[in-house]
């Protein structure tokens, strides 16, 4: 790292400051299990300042003009690609994950904020023709106000920007709480946008305990927009908390991503992105790929080839740059992995390679990249949203039952699927229940496509054209003149 130093201290008002009873909370390097830093733990006077600061700044930055603010959010992305190394350290360090895909992350984070410094200057309203001359109807598109943004701990950088960038591009201001496991990253993302001239108040951080931060901010009568990444259980209870305030939404929740490789397709090209894939950031990815239906003709010849490559990734330190899987997140994760793997080979699945902890790390949530072959619908690993480095692998006849194998969950946030026929290809992807698709590629997340789910993965978009429509309000006109 350079000499840049970490911010460890929240962001309210343009200011850093610690909590006001000088509370903190430890930080724990999931690669060594050590604690790494703290950070402040927000008391309710915090949150009130907080508050009261997000509410006079939207005041003011909803009056500034759409080209000023594209240029603040430029800003934003060009520091943050400066100091990309430098966050990418922070990331890596408090989430595990490798640099290289620390640096992505990074990278992604900043086109967030680099698209949403053009899409500030495409809110468009319109005029409708009334039904008298006498008559004119405008509609325009205004900010919703001041938003309570949440964000986990799985992509620590790009999940918060996602919410920051169209919030702050409509003229909206924001207060942030970041996943307790490694808030950090949305720190330093706040002093880019501190050095980039975004007004104070405008982009709050506040950090501590999630179960009273939560609820505080969706109560107060100064935010009028919630957003949300996380499970669906979590989802759920802040629906519920939003419902009691009327407020709108955007709820990006778990997924569970079905793969259809259908036999026409190049088997062992497919296996290896869909290996490669799988393990990135320890299968803890939303949009993972995470149950494997490959057409039975086939199916052996992937398994195969899939369990190649597992076994030839290298697990380590993020920071070591041969690592190419790092360790889970946090214990909690590394037992349900444990749990997942248990329950599938009591019931019957084939452990094809891994199922257990590194051997080689004394301490860390180090889990082996693992395939399980012969599932079934009973195993947990099957229905509940993994979140974790256990790919398991079923075989499917036809199109039909493809279909019905992918979308037997009550998640629905992508799929994917091999082939190399445009008819099965167009077939497929408008069978699958989902709200984004990839076909022979697992790649899709992009900042100038929206992202979002259906079913139990929730509703709203985030990225495109479509994600800075959710931080605006329609306000409509009729002038007789």
């Known amino acids: 790292m350079s000499d840049v130093k970490t911010p460890n201290a929240m962001y309210i008002d343009g200011v850093w400051t610690g909590a006001s009873d000088g509370g903190t909370m430890d930080l724990i390097n999931p690669a060594t299990e050590e604690v790494v830093d703290r950070v402040p733990k927000a008391t309710a006077a915090d949150l009130d300042r907080a508050l009261a600061a997000a509410d006079r700044a939207w005041r003011t930055w909803r009056e500034v003009d759409a080209w000023t603010r594209s240029a603040a959010l430029r800003r934003v992305a060009t520091l943050m690609r400066e100091r990309c190394a430098d966050i990418a350290a922070v990331m890596t360090e408090e989430q595990g994950k490798p640099l290289a895909e620390a640096k992505g992350e990074t990278n992604a984070a900043a086109d967030q904020f680099d698209w949403y410094a053009d899409e500030a200057r495409h809110i468009y309203g319109r005029t409708v023709d009334a039904h008298s001359r006498a008559h004119r109807i405008l509609v325009w598109r205004e900010p919703i106000g001041p938003v309570a943004a949440f964000s986990p701990w799985n992509f620590p950088a790009l999940l918060p920007a996602r919410k920051v960038a169209p919030a702050v591009a409509a003229g909206c201001s924001v207060i942030v709480k970041p996943a307790s496991e490694a808030p950090r990253t949305m720190l330093c993302i706040a002093q880019a946008c501190h050095d980039a001239g975004i007004p104070a108040g405008v982009v709050n951080v506040v950090t501590g305990s999630s179960s009273f931060i939560t609820p505080y901010l969706i109560a107060s009568p100064v ?61 803890q990815v939303c949009i993972s790929a995470s149950r494997f239906y490959v057409q039975e003709s086939v199916c052996g010849r992937f398994v195969k080839k899939f369990v190649e490559v597992a076994k030839s990734l290298r697990i380590g330190n993020g920071m070591d740059p041969q690592t190419d899987v790092g360790p889970l997140a946090n214990k909690r994760r590394f037992d349900a992995t444990e749990a997942f793997v248990q329950d599938a080979v009591q019931k019957g699945a084939k452990l094809e390679c891994g199922g257990r902890r590194a051997a080689q790390f004394a301490k860390g949530f180090f889990f082996q990249p693992t395939v399980l072959s012969n599932v079934d619908q009973s195993m947990s690993i099957m229905h509940e949203e993994p979140f974790c480095p256990v790919a398991p692998i079923a075989p499917f006849s036809d199109l039909a039952d493809g279909l019905a194998k992918a979308n037997s969950t009550e998640f629905g946030l992508a799929g994917y699927i091999f082939t190399q026929n445009t008819r099965t290809a167009f077939l497929a992807a408008e069978g699958i229940e989902a709200g984004m698709i990839g076909v022979n ?3 899709i997340a992009t900042a100038e496509a929206p992202f979002g789910g259906v079913k139990k993965s929730g509703f709203g978009r985030e990225g495109g054209s479509e994600g800075i429509e959710y931080y605006t309000v329609p306000k409509y006109v009729n002038i007789l003149l």
């Open 441 to 443: 590629n697992l790649v």
């Open 223 to 283: 935010i009028r927009k919630v957003t949300l990444t996380g499970s669906v259980p979590i989802g759920q209870e802040l629906l519920r908390l939003c419902a009691e305030g009327l407020k709108p939404c955007t709820m990006e929740l778990g997924g569970h991503s079905p793969v259809l490789v259908f036999e026409d397709a190049d088997v062992e090209k497919a296996a290896e992105i869909c290996a490669r894939g799988k393990f990135r950031n320890m299968g």
